[in-house]
C-alpha cells in the first residue's frame, strides 16, 4: 500500500512568518494535533480533510510551480508518513521548511529541511508539551519561534534562551498573540533588552484578515 497522509489543505500563498516571511509558498497542512494551545488559530485542522498518497500530494504541490515548500498543521509530525513526505519533497528539488510544535521528536526530518521550532510558552497551555531534547538537535539552518500572550511569556522565554544558550543556536523568532499582546510593546521589549531576536508579525493576517487557505 502507498504511504498516505490526512491533508486539510494545500495552497500557494505568502510564507507570513519565520525568516522566509515574504516568499511565494505553497502550504501543505496535515490535519490532526495532540496540542491545544488557547490561542491557536488552525483549529479547523484538528479533524476532517482528505487522505492522500504521497504522490498525489507532490502532484498538488507541482501545480503552483513554486520552489518553496512549507509542510505544517496542525503538528505534521503527529503523522508517521510526514518524515516520508518531507524527503519526497525535497528529492523533487524543493526547498522545504516544518512548522512544529517541538512536542514530538524531530530527530528523523530530513536534513535537508529547515526545522521552525514553536516552543510553547505558559501562556499557551501547553507548556508541558515541550520537548526540550529537540533543542540539542538544533542547527544554524533550523530556527526557534516563541509566541508570547504576556509580559511574563516575554520573561519566560528570555530566560530559556539564555539559560539554554538558544542564542548562539539558531534564529529565535518572537511574535505576539494577535488581540492579547500589544506588537509595538513586545518590540519595546526586545529593544530595551538588546535582544538578538527577530521580532515578526504574521504578515499573512496583515494582508488579509481570513488567512485560511491564502
Not at 84 to 96: F, I, K, P, Q, R
Amino acid at each position: 500500500m502507498p504511504a498516505t497522509l490526512r491533508i486539510t489543505e494545500i495552497f500557494h500563498s505568502i510564507q507570513g512568518e519565520s525568516s522566509r516571511v515574504g516568499l511565494p509558498t505553497v502550504f501543505v497542512r496535515l490535519t490532526g494535533c495532540p496540542l491545544r494551545c488557547v490561542w491557536c488559530d488552525t483549529e479547523y485542522a484538528f479533524s476532517g480533510g482528505e487522505t492522500l498518497a504521497i504522490k498525489d500530494i507532490l502532484q498538488r504541490v507541482a501545480r503552483f510551480d513554486c520552489a518553496t515548500v512549507c509542510v505544517t498543521g496542525g503538528e505534521p509530525l503527529a503523522q508517521k508518513h510526514c518524515l516520508t513526505l518531507l524527503a519526497a519533497l525535497c528529492d523533487a528539488g524543493h526547498s522545504v521548511s516544518i512548522e512544529t510544535s517541538g512536542a514530538l521528536d524531530i530527530g528523523g526530518v530530513d536534513p535537508r529541511v529547515a526545522r521552525i521550532i514553536d516552543l510553547k510558552a505558559p501562556g499557551s497551555g501547553e507548556q508541558a508539551k515541550n520537548r526540550w531534547e529537540n533543542l540539542d538537535l538544533l542547527t544554524a539552518g533550523d530556527e526557534l519561534k516563541f509566541v508570547l500572550a504576556s509580559r511574563g511569556d516575554y520573561d519566560w522565554a528570555v530566560s530559556a534562551c539564555r539559560q539554554r544558550r538558544l542564542f548562539e543556536r539558531c534564529p529565535v523568532l518572537f511574535s505576539p498573540v494577535q488581540g492579547q499582546l500589544d506588537p509595538a510593546q513586545l518590540a519595546q521589549w526586545i529593544m530595551d533588552d538588546r535582544l538578538p531576536v527577530r521580532f515578526q508579525l504574521q504578515l499573512h493576517k496583515v494582508l488579509w484578515s481570513d488567512a485560511r487557505g491564502r
